[in-house]
């Protein structure tokens, strides 16, 4: 059964099925949680049950229909997700999702229309929407998968039924790891346990440039001490250009995808690459600071688990789970670890605060250095 590959989420898909059976199914659903851990596959499966010519409550994942639907390719589900450099559901898309949304079934006996990333609707895209959340056709679901429903206007959230997913269990994230070939065996331990409960964040996590990453962070955060302050600057520096980096790379990218010819051939006019350059600055802003606090999180991890095994807690509930011998022998107490790992959430809030980031990342690692140097 298709649903069947959805991990973790007995109660949600309960539900789900429940509802087909009884014919109770809701006009608009909302999947809310945490990035990474199956609601768009959830919302996928529910498409290809919905339009499946079973007609029960999973799809059977073999007739056409469950095929098309879940390869994207049924005209009956559409999926909404954000485009552009400013990485936003438009206006445009929604007066077309409403207009589908309209119109009968072409094979199935419903339409099923999904938008991922629902939170970058823009207002104007999000007001639309309401009028079909307002007046919705008997023959057409919705779906909206999101990881931050807060963002989201109220009376979007009241006229949605809300089906709440959590992280996984770092077991099941395991598992998920070790059945896969491109994960090297002796990553997936650490990865699910860096994840919290994300199979997105564990794949990342696994990854060749996560890896050195986070091994040149923790290196570095190990041995930080005020007896060597160029040292720690030296981090500070090497966190901010490591995110820079990123965003720059990022940058790259957009701008390569917003500035390429046109479909008819026309290159884009000089007011056309100011907009995009602009939708690409905004973008990158945000993704960069994002990236500083995940390499925050980092160092954050380092101390969490300090403080841990520093009070007498068993080494297999640390994050980093490679790096017991070093956890063990950090003489940090448990004081100065809780110390250090609130001078990273102070940071993270200044630097998504939009505060300097030189400064912010100077000031938290000195403050971290005096802490556990005390």
């Known amino acids: 059964m298709p649903f069947d590959e959805v991990l973790g989420h007995d109660g949600p898909i309960r539900m789900l099925r429940e509802a087909m059976q009884r014919g109770r199914l809701a006009h608009a659903y909302l999947f809310a949680g945490p990035s990474g851990v199956g609601k768009a596959l959830t919302a996928r499966h529910l498409a290809a049950a919905l339009v499946c010519a079973r007609g029960t409550d999973d799809s059977c994942g073999t007739?056409?229909?469950?095929?098309?639907?879940?390869?994207?390719?049924?005209?009956?589900?559409?999926?909404?997700?954000?485009?552009?450099a400013a990485r936003q559901i438009k206006i445009e898309r929604v007066r077309e999702l409403r207009e589908q949304a309209g119109l009968l079934p072409y094979e199935a006996a419903r339409k099923v229309f999904v938008i991922d990333e629902a939170d970058r609707m823009n207002r104007q895209s999000e007001n639309c929407l309401l009028k079909t959340l307002e007046e919705p056709t008997p023959t057409s679901v919705l779906v909206l998968v999101t990881d931050a429903p807060d963002s989201l206007l109220p009376t979007t959230l009241s006229r949605c039924r809300r089906v709440n997913f959590t992280p996984l269990r770092r077991e099941l994230v395991e598992d998920f790891l070790s059945r896969r070939d491109d994960v090297d065996d002796e990553r997936v331990e650490v990865?699910?346990?860096?994840?919290?409960?994300?199979?997105?964040?564990?794949?990342a996590a696994a990854s060749d440039e996560a890896c050195a990453e986070r091994a040149d962070l923790?290196?570095?955060?190990?041995?930080?001490?005020?007896?060597?302050?160029?040292?720690?600057?030296?981090?500070?520096?090497r966190v901010e250009a490591t995110a820079a980096a990123y965003r720059d790379e990022l940058a790259e990218g957009m701008r390569q995808e917003m500035l390429q010819r046109s479909p008819t051939g026309e290159r884009p006019s000089a007011a056309e690459r100011e907009r995009a350059e602009a939708q690409i600055a905004a973008e990158v802003r945000g993704q960069y600071r994002r990236k500083l606090c995940r390499l925050l999180d980092i160092v954050g991890t380092w101390y969490r688990d300090v403080l841990i095994v520093s009070a007498g807690g068993a080494t297999d509930a640390a994050i980093n789970i490679d790096r017991t011998d070093a956890l063990r022998n950090a003489g940090i107490s448990p004081e100065a670890a809780g110390a250090a790992l609130a001078s990273v959430g102070e940071a993270k809030a200044r630097i998504l605060g939009n505060c300097n980031v030189k400064l912010t990342l100077d000031v938290a690692f000195i403050d971290i250095a005096a802490a556990v140097g005390a």
């Open 218 to 237: 923790l290196e570095a955060v190990a041995g930080l001490s005020l007896d060597d302050i160029d040292g720690v600057f030296s981090l500070a520096e």
């Open 191 to 203: 990865a699910a346990a860096l994840a919290e409960g994300s199979l997105g964040a564990a794949l």
């Open 63 to 84: 007739c056409p229909q469950c095929a098309k639907a879940l390869s994207d390719s049924h005209p009956d589900v559409r999926w909404y997700r954000p485009e552009g």
